[in-house]
């Protein structure tokens, strides 16, 4: 079994700065990708940032400059989610997924997982 667990959200002014974390732990597992996405209410879920094993990272255009994805050096299943000069339209519930492999009999299982989500919200 794995679990996700995000922490971080709240209630900020425009610009101001949260930081997301997001820890993966259960069975044992190897790291293809760390992603955090985003989902505002009417509106599809989008990607917000990708952090690959390799340490590329992706970030979607009405973000960059203003988030970084980065992952804990001592901690290696923990990435963060670095919000700066946030405005109002980043207001939306932010979830943390795993890409990961397993080694099982014969080879490797690839799946993705999923975090609760965590609330953050924009607002004088």
């Known amino acids: 079994q794995v679990q996700l667990v995000e922490s971080g959200g709240g209630l900020v002014q425009p610009g101001g700065s949260l930081r997301l974390s997001c820890t993966a732990s259960?069975?044992?597992?190897?790291?293809?990708?760390m992603d955090w996405y985003r989902q505002a209410p009417g509106k599809q879920r989008e990607l917000v940032a990708v952090?690959?094993?390799?340490?590329?990272?992706?970030y979607a255009d009405s973000v960059k400059g203003r988030f970084t994805i980065s992952r804990d050096n001592a901690k290696k299943n923990t990435v963060y989610l670095q919000m700066n000069s946030l405005k109002p339209e980043d207001t939306a519930v932010y979830y943390c997924?795993?890409?990961?492999?397993?080694?099982?009999?014969?080879?490797?299982?690839?799946?993705?997982?999923w975090g609760q989500g965590t609330q953050v919200t924009v607002s004088s």
């Open positions: 952090l690959t094993s390799g340490g590329s990272t992706v």
């Open positions: 259960g069975s044992s597992f190897s790291i293809n990708a």
């Open positions: 997924n795993a890409d990961l492999s397993f080694a099982v009999y014969g080879g490797a299982a690839r799946r993705m997982y």
